[in-house]
């Protein structure tokens, strides 16, 4: 069993940056798949990046975002810069226990209550 709980959301402007984290309870976290996906209002939820030793990114965010985790605190971070207005969204961790990479929510058996970033133009 994981628990995920994720932070650092908020409100900033077009070309600013923050830092989500994800921190997990749960000894199987450490050798487990992260993955981060973002839902805004009448979307469906999306992935947005994956870690497990090697690092996914979709598209939208490939160059702008960096994943990456440190496994002595049951931390995975999102390191977002240069946001956009589209990248609003309500940001969620997820974990997947015997998986290299998935890129669809449905691969993933836990999650966080989400975060929510704003970006303003």
């Known amino acids: 069993q994981v628990q995920l709980v994720e932070s650092g959301g908020g409100l900033v402007q077009a070309g600013g940056s923050l830092r989500l984290s994800c921190v997990a309870s749960g000894r199987a976290f450490s050798t487990s798949l992260v993955g981060w996906f973002r839902q805004a209002p009448g979307n469906e939820r999306e992935f947005v990046a994956s870690?497990?030793?090697?690092?996914y990114y979709a598209d939208s965010v490939k160059g702008r975002f960096t994943i990456s985790r440190d496994n002595a605190k049951n931390t995975v971070y999102l390191h977002m810069n240069n946001l956009k207005p589209e990248d609003t969204a309500v940001y969620y961790c997820?974990?997947?226990?015997?998986?290299?990479?998935?890129?669809?929510?449905?691969?993933?058996?836990?999650w966080g209550q989400g975060t929510q970033v704003t970006v303003s133009s």
């Open positions: 870690i497990r030793g090697s690092t």
């Open positions: 997820a974990c997947a226990l015997f998986r290299t990479v998935a890129y669809s929510a449905d691969e993933y058996a836990y």
